[in-house]
Nanobody, 114 residues
Framework: VQLVESGGGLVQPGGSLRLSCAASGFAFSRYRMDWYRQAPGKQRELVAQITSDGSTYYADSVKGRFTVSRDNAKNTVTLQMNSLKPEDTAVYSC?????????WGQGTQVTVSS
């Protein structure tokens, strides 16, 4: 199983970024995909989830600003982040919940600063 995130970077407050997670090595379409983030000195937190049937969940802190989607044909899950705030600064990682196992990508840094 391999998960590779991309799309992070530096953005000004109010800006947007689109993160992608390319998955391989498992039957992607069958499993839930999660996005987590971890800011310096803070615990890792769940940001968004998308199930195999496309149902979504968002943390209250990002609801209305972030959108998670998946493309089963391309084995990719995407996190569209709008109206970014400095408190969104963190390393963002995708996770695959495959049966009883969890697989993580290496993470991508998102920095929101003027």
């Amino acid at each position: 199983v391999q998960l590779v995130e991309s799309g992070g970077g530096l953005v000004q407050p109010g800006g947007s970024l689109r993160l992608s997670c390319a998955a391989s090595g498992f039957a992607f379409s069958r499993y839930r995909m999660d996005w987590y983030r971890q800011a310096p000195g803070k615990q890792r937190e769940l940001v968004a989830q998308i199930t195999s049937d496309g149902s979504t969940y968002y943390a209250d802190s990002v609801k209305g600003r972030f959108t998670v989607s998946r493309d089963n044909a391309k084995n990719t899950v995407t996190l569209q982040m709008n109206s970014l705030k400095p408190e969104d600064t963190a390393v963002y990682s995708c996770k695959a919940a495959v049966s009883t196992l969890s697989y993580w990508g290496q993470g991508t840094q998102v920095t929101v600063s003027s």
